[in-house]
């Protein structure tokens, strides 16, 4: 026996443990144009592709642009730093905890079919959450699009895998998926600093029609169907049991940061806890499980649904706060903070296309912890220039924190299709995406909340302001400035926004030494976890 790590995923899907199903060679059931061997991949799959691309560019886009809209949508709703938190992180999780279920039901009733059905109701509820009279409704509309969501997503990066058979074609392919959403993410900003130059921040939800659009007229003549000939029954226990560990999760973390120590957070944290665990140990008993937990013991698989989580993670963390610092610490206005992170997009988009030519010389494991380190790079320049953030350092860091999430995520996506049969494609891709959407939950909610954390218990607010302005201004950056336009002494205005300033970027150092320990760890982690042996 000898150890390496230098595999296709062939080689992976070999070494992984026993599993259900035809082997990788054996499309599953597809019809339309689905192609009919490896080597036949013409203009029509390729077309197909870039239709794929839209929902991916869409998804991504409105994770990081809304991030660019909390200010606006700070001053205009008046939320809570908590409320603030739950309209960025009711859509990611809600998705998360649909993304499994839906990727099992497209297998069932067709890929092709469910992406459809999901872009048509997100594009109609992003329209209504445009118009959002209240933060309540806005968190309502985005839970809604979280439901529509869960169908889009694990159907794309499924249909991919029924598309192209071809291993190199297929990692070229996931290459230009994951260069989408680097792309996407880092055009958010610079897509949303237009619309908020000009209009309100709701236009930022009604760019989904037009992204959307074609898609829904073209996609039922150049995207071939696909499905699983075989499939389960779907189990809605697990389903619930899901959607019942994350909700309480989350909020217990975000209650413990608002409020600190306090039973209803300690009791929700539990709760999540408990029924994850009952989760857990329903997949194990049941025939047909949500999440095939024996897909983890294959150890690249789990390495790369680890290395998709943390990357996400960072990258939407960092898009978090770093916004806000841009706008309302530099002072610069959206557009001008979304024009800085475009060298961040460009070498995002590149470094999703380089990763998959440098694992024809390198192995996954390296690459993919080449990428963990370099975003773990990123926000430790932001702790060494803590003491003068200013506008250069955050474009450098951003660069650098992107080419790491754009690697690790493509060959992280890559490796996990290539290691279970084609027939469990919409399974694996469920839990490919849901790894994703849980870091973008927890990258905000964890990172969001420590930061939010860090800003009350060092912002100082002055005596003068009324019981609203007053807890505003205690609790969000965006409440602060727009306390001290209420205040009519100029010099205790001043003094109100620097305090506020200094408060949050105490909270941007903490929470980038939080992000960089994590990314250490689990690199050391995959590094371990993803040696895997195999006969001489």
């Known amino acids: 026996m000898r150890t390496t790590d230098h595999q296709s995923p062939s080689e992976i899907r070999q070494s992984a443990t026993p599993k259900t199903g035809t082997p990788d060679s054996t499309p599953d059931s597809t019809v339309n144009a689905a192609p009919t061997s490896a080597g036949r991949i013409g203009g029509r799959q390729w077309f197909a592709l870039i239709l794929l691309m839209l929902p991916v560019l869409l998804v991504s886009v409105d994770n990081t642009v809304l991030s660019f809209a909390l200010p606006a949508i700070s001053r205009d ?26 990727g099992v039901f497209g297998d069932r009733v067709g890929r092709r079919k469910l992406l459809l059905i999901g872009a048509t109701g997100f594009a109609v509820v992003s329209a209504a959450a445009a118009f959002a009279p209240t933060a309540e409704y ?8 979280g439901f529509f969501g ?6 794309t990066l499924s249909l991919l895998r029924s598309i192209f058979l071809d291993p190199r074609q297929r990692t070229f392919a996931i290459a230009i998926w994951a260069g989408g959403f680097a792309a996407g993410s880092s055009l958010g900003p610079i897509v949303g600093g237009l619309l908020l130059q000009h209009y309100s921040w709701g236009s930022v939800f009604l760019i989904a029609v037009p992204i959307l659009l074609p898609l829904v007229i073209l996609g039922p003549f150049f995207i071939p169907e696909s499905r699983d000939p075989n499939p389960g029954r779907i189990d809605v226990p697990s389903i619930i049991l ?32 408990a029924f994850a665990v009952v989760f857990v140990r329903r997949q194990r008993r ?40 841009l706008q309302l610490v530099l002072g610069l206005d959206p557009l001008q903070s979304g024009l800085l992170l475009v060298p961040g997009a460009v070498v995002g988009v590149g470094a999703g296309l380089l990763s998959a030519a440098l694992i024809r010389r390198y192995s996954r494991r390296r690459v993919i912890i080449t990428g963990i380190l370099s ?5 430790g320049m932001v702790i060494v220039m803590s003491h003068d953030l200013n506008a250069a350092v955050v474009t450098a860091a951003f660069v650098i924190l992107s080419f790491g999430a754009a690697t690790a995520e493509t060959i992280s996506n890559d490796t996990i299709l290539g290691s279970v049969p084609a027939e469990r494609a919409g399974a694996a891709s469920g839990i490919s995406e849901t790894a994703y959407e ?17 800003y009350r218990a060092n912002v100082v607010v002055p005596s003068g302001l009324g019981a609203t302005a007053s807890t505003a201004a205690g609790e969000t950056l965006g409440g602060a400035i727009s306390a ?16 506020a300033r200094a408060a949050f970027d105490s909270g941007v150092s903490a929470t980038s030494i939080i992000a960089v320990v994590l990314m250490v760890t689990a690199a050391a982690v995959i590094h371990r976890s993803m040696r895997v042996r195999n006969p001489t």
């Open 438 to 454: 849980l870091g973008a939950v927890l990258g905000t909610a964890v990172l969001g909340a420590i930061l939010s954390a860090f």
């Open 242 to 273: 899901s959607l019942a560990a994350l909700a309480p999760f989350v909020y217990g973390i975000k209650s413990l940061a608002h409020d600190g120590i306090n039973p209803i957070g300690i009791a929700t944290l539990v709760a999540g806890v």
């Open 138 to 145: 806005l968190i309502l509309a985005r839970g809604v699009m």
């Open 77 to 102: 709703l008046g939320p809570s730093s908590t409320t603030l938190l739950w309209i960025v992180d009711i859509y990611p999780l809600v998705l998360a905890g649909l993304l499994v279920a839906s």
């Open 484 to 499: 001290a336009e209420t205040l009519p002494d100029a010099s205790a205005a001043a003094g109100l926004i620097d305090s």
């Open 150 to 155: 869960a169908m889009i997503m694990p159907s």
């Open 375 to 379: 975003s773990a790079a990123g926000f």
């Open 286 to 325: 049941i025939s047909n499980p949500l999440l095939d937990l024996t897909l983890f013991s294959n150890a690249p698989f789990a390495g790369s649904v680890l290395a998709n989580f943390l990357s996400v993670f960072s990258l939407v963390g960092f898009l978090f706060f770093i916004s806000q610092h």
